[in-house]
């Protein structure tokens, strides 16, 4: 074996003995092993799998979203990758998600862009990393970026391919401020206590939900505040930034209800969660909407998973 069964890569083996197959790939300049149980065989359900999950492995794998090191790859553990990593899932996420590349390569407004700006192996890594199946599906969407006119085409190629040579329209100018703040956004933040006990069962399920459904969860202590920026503004702000809100009531922290209050003031849809044994304790302003009721983290997981699904990507 010379190249990677999932990317094509060239191989660098640690071992192929005894019905192991054992290598590492380069990726960027970062070694990535790849690890196969014994005996594995490509008619197998670990490698049927690996054939119908191909391309957002491949995405996990350019994007280095992979397993720890000498890792055993099972579907069990591909599964737990792609439920806790960000991808696109839908039409509209795989377009957002595009533009911004695209716009990522902008040095300057009205820039022109070429495409052998991309990356040194130019257009074949970027539909990779960004998760497409197909040169053609990628090909389709960088061409209705321009039919909306969101890119303008400056050197056309040949039908079905991408263009060589495109800059930023004015409407895209615009519309990338749109889906990187507000309403058109993936942003979701995040309003909840950070006691320890709390936090260590809460935040895990609420970020995988959020990765798992495609959206970036924005939690204020993590994120970098200016020095002449109090912390409310930055949680005011953040709530500007984003296209919803999860508000977490266990504990019955005042600073949730303020968070919870401020976005739904702002027309912002709110999903509310609590903990079973803090629900008779919420104030009586909020203990009439509807709620998601948890004991475990995974409980939380898959309600909000589904929440966000009906609720927001409706």
Known sequence: ???????????N???QNNGRIWYAISVNGVNLEIKFPKDFVIDSDLGKYIILNKHILEGHIYNKKWLKQGQEISINALDKLTTESNYPKTPFEKRNLLFKCLCSYQGFEGMSIHSEDFHPDS???LWKSLYFKTYGEFAFYFNALANEDLIEISTHSSPGMAPHRFNITMKGLEYAIQF???????????AMSFSPETRAMCEPAIIKAL???GFTPIIIDKEHLDSDVTIN????????RSKFTIADFTENRRGVYFEAGYALGRGQS??????????????FDINHYQHIVWETEEELERKLTDKIEVFIKK
């Open 1 to 11: 074996m010379d190249t990677c069964l999932i990317t094509g890569i060239q191989i």
């Open 233 to 240: 503004d930055g949680i005011l702000a953040s709530i500007k």
């Open 13 to 15: 083996p640690i071992s």
């Open 123 to 125: 257009l074949r890594y």
């Open 270 to 283: 709110v999903i509310y969660t609590c903990r079973k044994d803090y629900l008779e304790k919420l104030h």
């Open 180 to 190: 990187e703040n507000g309403p058109q956004s993936n942003n979701c933040f995040v």
């Open 211 to 213: 990765n798992a459904t």
